[in-house]
């Protein structure tokens, strides 16, 4: 009979949106205009990449020297640089490039934040001093600050310009991870699974993970746009993609000397780069303000 009520109680506490409460949540998002237009503009960018190879006019990689810095025209819509290469066409392939960057960093990064961040929250003890511990050596440490340090260490690449964005953004998942799960495995859902005998790794997958995954999402999406601009900075610094592959950070470097007599060359990649990072944090907020019970109306 005990073991009966332990789980109703268990389940009520642990009850999963229903379609209403997703309705509603959805209805909430879309009355937030900031987060709609940072929804609009992720979802144009993520669209452009994904069909860059379909909508690009020119080979983004060959020019002609006799058409260089050329100002926007009908023939070339964003003008060329200062090789004579189409600038839509390495705008787009450089947003293929970035959101590759963005969502194995990102991935990377979850996973193992999560992975240490749960282990750390629910084992406890000395296991979350060590873990959290280096969680706090990381953090000491500017992003870009971590990020070239890897680098330096591994060499520039897109791959390893990969893991440097990634492992400098572990520390933002196993925190908040870790705070969820403190918070969370004194509850009385997770008392009860463990009083009908549910193991550690059940307890974890099944109960605890799932009710840590508002805060997941909404770092996800936040973490996108530093991972950008941690990837556009190393590659300005020459840390990063190297030529001639287009990425938004290179080709702004390239394109310092030209600001005088050529200024489109460092304004349209440095746009895009602003107006993708605002689209992310704008959706990301929106996306918070809706998930957190707190600031519910």
């Known amino acids: 009979m005990v073991g009966v009520l332990a789980e109703k109680r268990g389940k009520d506490l642990e009850r999963r949106p229903t379609q209403g409460e997703l309705a509603d949540l959805w209805r909430r998002l879309r009355r937030n205009r900031a987060a709609m237009a940072g929804a609009a503009v992720v979802a144009v960018f993520v669209l452009l990449a994904l069909f860059a190879p379909v909508l690009v006019p020119f080979n983004p990689t060959q020019g002609n020297l006799n058409d260089r810095l050329q100002p926007p025209s009908a023939t070339h819509w964003l003008g060329t640089d200062e090789l004579g290469r189409d600038l839509l066409s390495r705008i787009l392939f450089g947003a293929r490039i970035s959101l590759q960057i963005q969502i194995v960093a990102v991935v990377l990064a979850l996973v193992v934040g999560v992975a240490l961040g749960s282990v750390g929250g629910y084992r406890g003890g000395y296991m979350d001093n060590i873990i959290m511990r280096a969680m706090d050596v990381l953090l000491a440490f500017p992003g870009i600050f971590l990020a070239l340090a890897i680098i330096a260490a591994l060499g520039p690449g897109l791959l390893n310009l990969m893991l440097a964005a990634g492992i400098s ?32 790794g059940r307890v974890m997958f099944r109960h605890l ?72 944090n704008l959706f990301g907020d929106g996306l918070r303000d809706t998930l957190d019970p707190r600031l519910r109306q």
């Open 169 to 200: 953004s572990v520390p933002q998942f196993a925190r908040i991870v870790r705070a969820s799960i403190l918070s969370l495995k004194e509850r009385e859902f997770v008392e009860a699974a463990l009083a009908l005998g549910s193991g550690s």
């Open 209 to 280: 993970l799932p009710n840590c995954l508002a805060p997941i999402i909404v770092q996800s999406t936040l973490r996108m746009a530093t991972v950008l601009l941690t990837a556009s900075g190393l590659s300005f610094l020459g840390l990063g993609v190297q030529p001639p592959t287009p990425e938004w950070g290179a080709m702004l470097s390239n394109a310092r000397s030209y600001l005088i007599v050529a200024p489109h060359v460092a304004t349209i990649p440095g746009l895009a780069i602003m107006v993708v990072v605002v689209g992310f």
